[in-house]
């Protein structure tokens, strides 16, 4: 028999209400030995709960809904409770006591949601990521998967794939029939949209970017000012500030949103061409390998030096002059409206580079499976149906693998839809 | 009192190729027809092989079955489909005199002479407990035997519909089997209609050939059966026409006494295999269909109109004939009528073709929901190989969905059943590349004959091949044949394609070794199962969680369940 299982289901008390969630064959009863009664399904009741000596726990807003078209695909009871701490302790203590209910585990409900098909895979993976959202713009793109935007997206992709596995197929099995003849023969063009759209795909970020932030490096040479900058930039003073050049030996980095925008900013070693101290030296190494995996670079050094693409910075202006219009940003740490207007720019730039984030970012499960799919449809050319048709499968199969669904059927479908096959 | 270890009931294409199968595995077999005479009778179109089709003639013939050999007897007109496209997907096909084919059919079967052919009907299974003891006839005989193959193709429940006439039998002039269909009702089996159809066919001296393009017989000598040595009988040509405007719109008249849209019948017919009031419905856009003039014979002026079976009233039939090009003149010589007739749902079955409930019982062909000879012929020889294997204790045989078409064929019916009648198409094999008609003999004749069922003979001329096969791949074709050369050379163009599909079928195999419980109180016992899905579940029976994927219908969280469970079991 399953386990009903319960958890808090919003964040951590003490909040103005919490939701606590039961599933699972006997969330009905659980949720009467608190709540005395259920309101009808789907409907919300006002209940006072009470524990086993009948001692009221609180007044809560409480639903049933009945399994399968839940959630969880089980009967599912919620308690919207008033959110503090002992409330809340006291509902989950009571609910533990009761036989076969249980404390769920993390990621039991989304679990129970995928074994009883309530989602299929890369939902599942979408709300595992929209539950561990911490910004706006991981919240956007963990809800367009968890809401089904990229099973469309395969959906359409395996449409299109499907028509021409049935055209191919049409030829194969029935090219002697004259309705297949008179139907335009395969076309491997058929397939570009659908390359393109598979190659923008993978040109968008992959979600690591989105949980792990934007890489945003400060480089230059010694003494340039990265680690005041760097501070700056956190508002905290994150790393040791000295006039001493070369105090940052190793690579810091610091975790920080702007604009719904998670960023790693990276203050590395002063760039020098030698060097004698051995730790600076491996410190600098690593500031050549960061740049080459930057977002972003923020360069504080001469401009003849800087590297493609870098933001140049003109640091320190308080101290020094600099022609403004050479500068991408002219800064000082001791005027606040300069560090402002870099952030706005390393935030425009990094939604640039990020594009439309309000969509579907892919997993690196997809991007692998996307990535298969695209080699195979590359080798379709028109020449050899039955190589043709082989690719095509094996497209098929890995963008099946995303949903987790045979794509066989559904061109057996567009095959018998489409033509009048059989003598 | 007469015993035997099989009886076979039927003698349709199914029935004699599952008799001589069992009859290769040593067992003493009985095959039951109601009339002697029209064993190995093609009732439907004169040919034999096709797309996918021809896949399963070679297969049945790599494991000694009749139907290439008898095809070869028979054949007057030789096609290989697809010639241009690549050997994967060539289909052979040939068009077979209907007397020569029954002929040959008979001769075979004369050669096994452990075959004893009994003519009557058979009515009833007769069961001790939970197993098979004998077979009841009409006339009161009882036959002893551990296991029966039912073969029975559209005769169980058999209804003929011709316009607003309507007719018992699986064939013009020919008795249903009811009471055997209503002992298959009483045991609560799940059953259901299928439907299926004829043209009308021709007198092909009415015909004006003239004005028809002629379609001659391939040149190349080639065979369906390698076993064949004899030379071809004369070659004649087919010819084809298409239907007219006109003929359509005779046939929109004709539709008010049409049993298919009357609702008269309930059983489905087959998307691939439509009427010509279907098409002419389905695709009104269309302003004609194509119809291949095929000869039933050498001496014997019949044609079969291929491309427009149908059911409409005999004066409709006629009208709608005269309309086509090259027929304005042509007599019917027996008009086209349709058959309603029961079937079994294959999820019933296991990959033997045993049915669950009765054990020893074994069906094979339409009755299990398939259309074509082809079909029905392999299905006939996995029956009777493994009946045989149940009577006298032998290893049971089972063709997997990487070992050849039979093994396709057979998965997806067990496991998905279906909706309309079953055609094999060669885009129902994952394996396509490995799977072809050219290497039936290499994938399947090893095996077999190291399971003990192929005839003396056959075992030579495996061996004989099998030198010749070695020789040529490594690179000396002196010796081989023609074919085998072929064979090679095909092998080395998909080399890396193969070696891909072959990692697969290991993988295929490997997940296919995680067993799972299929029966109704062990699957409620598994978390995240819906009722539906342990429904679906149950009644295919999969047994393990590569076979309970392809099950219709079960989603991947189900499967995910099921190997959560399993794997949870195992630890």
Sequence with gaps: MTDTIFALSSGRPPAAIAVIRISGPKARSAGGALAGSLPPPRTAG????????????????????????????????????????????????????????????PGEFTRRALSNGRLDLAQAEGLADLLEAETEMQRRAALAMAEGGLSRTVTEWLDA??????????????????????????????????????????????????????????????????????????????????????????????????????????????????????????????????????????????????????VTIGARADERS?????????????????????????????????????????????????????????????????????????????????????????????????????? | MK???VVVVGGGHAGTEAAAAAARRGARVALISQA????????????IGGLGKGHLVREVDALDGLMARAADDAGIHYRMLNRSKGLAVQGPRLQADRRRYRASIHRQLADYPNVTLIEGEATALETQGAVTTGAILADGTRLETRAIVLATGTFLGGKIFRGLDRAAG???????????????????????????GTPPRLDGRTIDWARLEPQPSDVDPWRMSPMTNTPRLPQLACAITRTSERTHDVIRRGLATSPLFSGDIEGGGPRYCPSIEDKVHRFGDRDGHQIFLEPEGLDDAWIYPNGISTSLDVETQTAMVRTISGLERAQIVQ?????????????????????????????????????????AAAQGVVAGLNAAAYACDLEPMIVDRARGYIGVMIDDLVLQGVSEPYRMLTARAEYRLALRADNAETRLSEWAGSLGALTARRQEHVRRRSRMREAARAGDDRTASADIVREVAEDRRYAPYLERQSEEVERMR??????????????????????????????????????????RGVTPAAIAALWLHARKRSA
């Design chain 1, 322 to 423: 600099y022609r403004a219009d050479c500068y991408d940003h002219v800064v000082s740490i001791h005027t606040p409206a300069t560090i402002d207007a870099l952030w706005s720019g390393i935030a425009s730039r990094a939604a640039r580079s990020l594009g439309d984030l309000s969509g579907i970012v892919p997993h690196r499960r997809h991007r692998e499976l996307i990535g298969r799919a695209l080699v195979e449809l590359r080798h379709i050319g028109g020449g050899d149906l039955l190589l043709d048709a082989e690719h095509l499968r094996i497209a098929n199969l890995a963008l099946g693998t995303i949903l987790g669904r045979d794509a066989t059927e559904a061109m057996l479908d567009a095959l018998f839809g489409r033509f009048c096959l059989g003598k």
């Design chain 2, 170 to 196: 699986g064939r013009i002039d020919e008795r249903p089997a009811n009471l055997l269909g209503e002992q298959l009702r009483a045991l609560s089996l799940p059953m259901g209609r299928l439907k299926t």
């Design chain 2, 510 to 551: 490997r997940d296919g070794n995680i067993a799972i419980f299929t029966d109704g109180a062990a699957l409620r016992t598994i978390p995240g199962l819906s009722t539906e899905m342990i429904e679906r579940l149950e009644l295919a029976s999969p047994r393990t969680l590569d076979e309970a994927s392809r099950v």
């Design chain 1, 161 to 310: 794939l499907s028509m021409a596995s049935a055209r191919i197929e049409a030829e194969l099995d029935f090219g002697d029939e004259d309705d297949v003849a008179q139907a335009s023969a395969f076309d491997p063009a058929s397939l570009t949209p659908v390359i393109e759209a598979m190659v923008a795909m993978l040109d968008r970020p992959p979600v690591e970017r989105l949980r792990d932030g934007v890489v945003v490096v400060l480089a230059g040479p010694r003494n340039a000012g990265k680690s005041s900058l760097f501070n700056a930039l956190l508002g905290r003073p994150a790393a040791i500030v000295t006039d001493i050049a070369g105090t940052t030996r190793d690579v810091l980095e610091a975790s920080v949103v702007r604009d719904g925008i998670p960023f790693r900013l990276v203050d590395t070693a002063g760039l020098a061409e030698e060097t004698a101290d051995p730790i600076e030296a491996i410190g600098i190494e690593r500031a050549r390998a960061l740049l080459d995996a930057a977002d972003i670079i923020l360069w504080l050094g001469d401009l003849e030096d800087a590297p493609p693409q870098a």
């Design chain 2, 36 to 47: 002697l005479a029209q064993v190995g009778t093609m009732s439907c179109n004169p040919s």
């Design chain 1, 46 to 105: 006002l209940r006072r709960l009470r524990d086993r000596h009948d001692a009221t726990l609180d007044q809560a807003l409480t639903l049933f809904f009945p399994g399968p078209a839940t959630a969880t695909g089980e009967d599912l009871v919620e308690l919207h409770l008033h959110g503090g701490r002992a409330v809340v302790a006291a509902i989950e203590a009571e609910l533990a006591l009761l036989p076969g209910v249980r404390l769920a585990e």
């Design chain 2, 3 to 5: 015993q035997f270890d």
């Design chain 2, 335 to 375: 008009h086209g009528y349709a058959v309603e007739y029961d079937y079994i749902d294959p999820r019933s079955l296991d990959h033997r073709l045993a049915l669950g409930a009765i054990p020893g019982v074994f069906c094979a062909g339409q009755l299990n929901g398939t259309t074509g000879y082809e079909e």
